[in-house]
């Protein structure tokens, strides 16, 4: 696999940013636009049928030569229209133009994640279809928020990073958010599998931070650091920190010290702003490792009931998940071909984090042809109706040339909905 080939992009309103994973350090990289400067600005602009884009569309706008789209993010994800000249653009093209041209040097591209601010279903489907417009497999392009880009991030950090619970600040020009890592604990666990999520915990609206960024107001800067002071000791109180991530361009100024001792005191802080396209780039890297027992990011779109099957995998009889826990139960539409030990009935477990039981929802066989061990081809699917019903199908698809499908098919519904009926309670 080629260096560049599993690519991090974090995206927002505003600007983007490119982390792509250097397999001679085993880590990622980050592009830079200048000197210590990761973040693109979200501009496309056209001149002389020469696309361009970032601070080099910046500067084209600022002169005045060619045509500059602007907006580009919330433009697409509206849907709408942009006219650049005589010309007009669906804006999802656009920000698929934006992509193509950042993302040519690292070309052919064979996981890709994006890290946005929130993902819903309508974002997930853009950015899979501009995914596949860049010519990557479908199933090959992953969509994930900042909470879990920053829980990817810190899977691959020193385990003492996130013994406890792992901080998370941002700071715009507005406000500060306050973010936890912390590791769940369910009453079921596969071995020692690790579950962990991230919640908000806390915000605080500081007008203030205006005059501090970018030009520093000595004495607002003095009342903003007082009040980000409480505001940290309160989101700290009775908690274990094992450490602290400062991330946003509030934090650009130093306009925070009496701040910075309380976050030090007794655990490492760390400050960065491309820890979520690094994040987003690491969850790209997993889909390759063949036997990934890292930890499970959970939270309320996530499953936390695994649909297993008995199988023999290169040997070795197992539980092989269907269905995992931690995955989105819209993209778990799935098949395998599978060959027969023996044609007595099939057990499928359905086991919930919520509660720790075990369901068993046996499947009758009764039709399959009698044959040799390893001579009956099946072809199970797995189809989620909804966030609740998932329909899974058994069906002999023939052996090759030496035996033609039988007609055999059944179907089982499993109805899920975590505890008391309720969908990922858990959390």
Known sequence: MAVGSIIGFDINDKVCQVSYYDERKQEPRTLEVAADNFQIPLLLSIFDEKWSFGREAKKMATLGRGHTATDLWDKACAQDKVHMGDKEYEAVWLLAKFMTVILEPFQPIEYLTFSVPKADEDIRGMLKRIGVHLGIAKNAVMIQDYKESFCHYMFYQPKELWKYEAALFYCDRSKVEAYMLRQLKPPSQREQAVFVTVDKVAEAQMEELASVYPVLNVDKAKYADERFKNFIEGVFEKKLISSVFLTGEGFENNWYPNSLRVLCNGRRAFMGNNMYSKGACYAAYRCILDNDDGPVYLDETKMIEQISLKMR???????????????????????????????????????????????????????????????????????????????????????????????????????????????????
């Open 313 to 427: 995998v290169r040997g070795q009889e197992t539980w092989y998940p269907l269905v995992s826990w931690g995955a989105q139960w819209y993209e778990s539409d799935k098949q395998w071909e599978v060959l027969l030990e023996d044609s007595s009935d099939i057990e499928v477990h359905i086991e919930s984090l919520s509660n720790g039981k075990l369901r068993i929802q046996p499947v009758s066989l009764i039709g399959v042809p009698k044959r040799k061990n390893y001579s009956v081809r099946i072809r199970i699917s797995t189809l989620f109706i909804n966030e609740r019903l998932c329909k899974v199908t058994f069906k002999d698809v023939g052996f090759g040339d030496f035996f033609p499908p039988s007609g055999f098919e059944t179907e089982v519904e499993l109805q899920l909905g975590g505890n008391n009926g309720q969908f990922n309670s858990l959390l």
